[in-house]
């Protein structure tokens, strides 16, 4: 927990909308800097006893992420790998494959911890909540901001067993309460315009099914990365393992091309896939459930400093400020990496007037460049309906550093450094701008070594024999003669902040 800053006025008080993830780290880090926190969360999965949810892809947190949590809570990693998570090197243990082709087997460094959401839940919540001075208020949701658009005063919320309303004073609060539309709508309706939301609705639809490997297979610990091409085929997968020998595999589209939710359905979608690892690792393997899933995701990033002001005491955390089509996995990644903004802010300025602006502008920061990875792609979806468009000269920025990261991809296949970069911007570790190290371009030059084995899903990962190269180093999806512009893919950062200086469309 960070410091408390002994200039903090105490007298204060702070709400917390929403208990997931976001809500529960925000909580414990403001716990030390007033006099009591408040979270409030609609739902009532946080007492003893509350199950999982049963319809929940497995949780991969990337490595920038996984640190950041590490900071945030010294130890969380050892505990959550204690309790069955998994540490994956990315492409150690983890097969990738991007929009040109799998990743070279063997990059040492990248790494992901994957695990149930119900586990990092509760181990997050076990080591937050419990805080003297935090009470969490189940069962109760969050109805209106009070306050005015310069200052806020608190909530009105409402026990939802009663149906009892009432208000909650704050001069801190933060708005955890995930992707829904609730948060924009709370805060117009405190006499400010429409919040600009740069909102890429694709119909993003997932299913996720719970499965026993057979034995051969899981040996082999083949988890499985297939990065969905937007622009064209939106099917994506992963398959992650979990605790208790449990493996999840994860099928996720966009609209035209949502995966089914029946058994047979499932499978053939993983059929379909741009490349057929993942339904074989599946071959003999026992389910544990039924299958689950969501449809109309939207990926979504509020910008309230496009609003005229914003009212002193708000901050947006998790996915109520960005949310991304969950193939990524960067969500919770990104929500402790904004964490740690919250905590830094806190720890400069206290619960002073400065800390609502700056915290926000960071928290900003701290998500902009899985943004900025995730949404290229996304918006080339032709059924994808964006409220903002870039404006033309970073779109033809986008265009030719398009062009650039397609050959970084080639090369990523085979190439050491192309692949080290590469796993290094999917992990969240470094910028966008590692793409332009010279060893990279050095590697996005030369293009794929034609003698490498590298277009083929890594043996350890994949459990199964490696077939021979495809020529020039294309994948089995045949991407040869695709047009440039397809370049612009996801999982690789195009336009560092292009998205940023979007314009409002309307
Ligand atoms: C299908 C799916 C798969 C994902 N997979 C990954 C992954 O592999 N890796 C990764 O890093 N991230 C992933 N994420 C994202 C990640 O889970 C979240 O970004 C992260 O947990 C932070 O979420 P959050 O706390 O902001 O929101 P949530 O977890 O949605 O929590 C919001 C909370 O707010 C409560 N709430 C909502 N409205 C109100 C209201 N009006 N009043 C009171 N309470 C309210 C809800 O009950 C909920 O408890 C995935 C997300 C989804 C949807």
């Known amino acids: 927990m960070a410091s408390p800053n002994p200039t903090s006025p105490k007298g204060r008080t702070a709400l917390v909308l929403g208990g997931g993830l976001a809500g529960a780290l925000a909580a414990y880090e403001l716990a030390p800097y007033v006099d009591s926190v408040t979270v409030v969360d609609r739902g009532h999965r946080h007492g003893p006893g509350a199950g999982p949810a049963p319809d929940e892809p497995a949780l991969m947190l990337h490595a920038a992420g996984a640190r950041a949590l590490e900071r945030l809570h010294p130890g969380i990693l050892d505990e959550l790998v204690a309790a069955g998570a998994h540490r994956l090197g990315m492409t150690t243990d983890m097969a990738v494959l991007t929009l040109r082709g799998w990743l070279a087997h063997g990059c040492e460094g990248g790494f992901v911890i994957t695990c149930s959401r119900d586990l990092a839940r509760r181990v997050v919540r076990g080591r937050t909540l419990g805080q003297a001075n935090i009470t969490v208020l189940e069962n109760t949701e969050a109805v209106s901001l009070t306050g005015d658009a310069y200052v806020l005063t608190g909530a009105v919320v409402r026990d939802r067993a009663t149906g009892r309303m009432r208000r909650l004073d704050a001069q801190i609060v933060v708005d955890a309460t995930g992707r829904g539309k609730g948060v924009t709508r709370r805060i117009s309706e405190l006499g400010l315009p429409p919040v600009p939301v740069d909102s890429l609705d694709g119909g993003i639809a997932y299913a996720t099914r719970t499965f ?23 099917r994506g997968g992963t398959l992650l393992p979990v605790e208790g020998d449990r493996w999840i595999a994860t099928l996720v589209g966009m609209r035209g091309t949502e995966p089914p939710l029946d058994e047979a359905g499932f499978m053939k979608y993983a059929a379909r896939l741009r490349d057929p690892a993942l339904v074989e690792l599946l071959a003999g393997a026992e389910p544990l459930g039924p299958v689950h899933g969501r449809q109309s995701l939207v990926n979504r990033r509020v910008h309230l400093k496009w609003l005229p002001r914003v009212p002193k005491g708000l901050v947006l955390l998790g996915e109520a400020e960005t949310c991304f089509n969950p193939v990524y996995g960067y969500g919770a990644s990104t929500t402790a990496m904004a964490t740690l903004a919250l905590r830094r802010g806190l720890a400069r300025y206290g619960t002073g007037d400065k800390l609502t602006p700056r915290v926000r502008r960071d928290i900003a920061k701290a998500t902009m460049g899985a943004w900025g990875t995730s949404s290229p792609g996304e918006r080339r979806h032709p059924g994808t309906v964006a409220t903002m468009r870039p404006g033309r000269a970073a779109l033809a920025v986008m265009r030719v550093l398009g062009r650039y990261s397609d050959r970084v991809l080639r090369a990523g296949t085979s190439r050491p450094a ?24 050095l590697a996005a030059l030369r293009g794929p070594d034609e003698g490498a084995q590298g277009t083929t899903p890594p043996p350890a990962a994949a459990g199964r024999a490696v077939a021979p190269p495809h020529p020039r180093g294309l994948d089995r999806g045949g991407l040869q003669g695709r047009t440039p512009e397809a370049s612009v893919v996801p999982g690789v950062p195009v336009v560092p902040g292009a998205d940023e200086r979007a314009r409002q469309a309307h």
């Open 418 to 441: 192309a692949t080290r970069a590469l796993v290094d911007i999917i992990t969240l570790s470094r910028t966008p701008a590692a793409l332009l190290a010279p060893s990279v371009v």
């Open 212 to 234: 026993r490997l057979a034995p051969h297979i899981a040996a082999g610990r083949p988890a499985v990365h297939i990065q969905p091409d937007p622009s064209n085929d939106s």
